[in-house]
């Protein structure tokens, strides 16, 4: 499993169930890298989704909630759960979140595609900071580009040493 996110320089994922940053190229690197295959996330990230499930890919639900059953997801009421479902799915998984997923499964990602906005915002929700973790290196980083805000940002990767 990989684990995909868009965090802010010191972190920061969120912010009262909303991403920090709007970057039309990172969503369409998030649609390109997981098309095809299962997604793992909580029940308050599948709430936040525009629109509903992900539209080509399983929607991997984990929840305590045994009446949370929206139309068109697997639910999972355990990690070890979620992961078997994933598994029977055949096609890569990916982790999207949300920020206690994060720190409770990053440890079992082989990778972490992470994009890095060159600013900080108010957040309430953070991803675990790869850079000061021996455990991860960056092993791949693009050209700084830029969101239409004008907010510098740049595609990394992480390997899970």
């Not at 095809?36 to 080509?56: D, N, Q, W």
């Not at 060159?118 to 960056?138: G, Q, S």
Request: aromatic share 8%; with cysteine; hydrophobic share 40%.
């Amino acid at each position: 499993m990989d684990a995909i996110v868009s965090v802010t320089a010191d972190w920061g994922i969120g912010r009262d169930g909303r991403l920090l940053v709007r970057n039309r190229a990172d969503m369409r690197r998030f649609k390109e890298l997981t098309m095809g295959g299962s997604v793992i996330m909580g029940r308050k990230t599948f709430l936040s989704l525009p629109g509903g499930p992900l539209a080509g890919r399983a929607n991997i639900v984990l929840t305590a909630s045994r009446s949370f059953s929206p139309e068109g997801v697997l639910i999972a009421h355990g990690i070890d759960e979620a992961l078997e479902l994933a598994a029977a799915q055949g096609a890569p998984a990916w982790l999207i979140g949300g920020a206690s997923l994060y720190e409770q499964l990053i440890d079992i990602c082989d990778q972490a595609y992470v994009t890095v906005h060159d600013t900080v915002l108010e957040a309430d929700a953070y991803f675990p900071n790869l850079d000061e973790d021996d455990r991860w290196r960056c092993i791949e980083a693009s050209e700084t580009d830029y969101t239409a805000d004008g907010v510098p940002f740049r595609f990394t990767r992480y390997s899970h040493v």
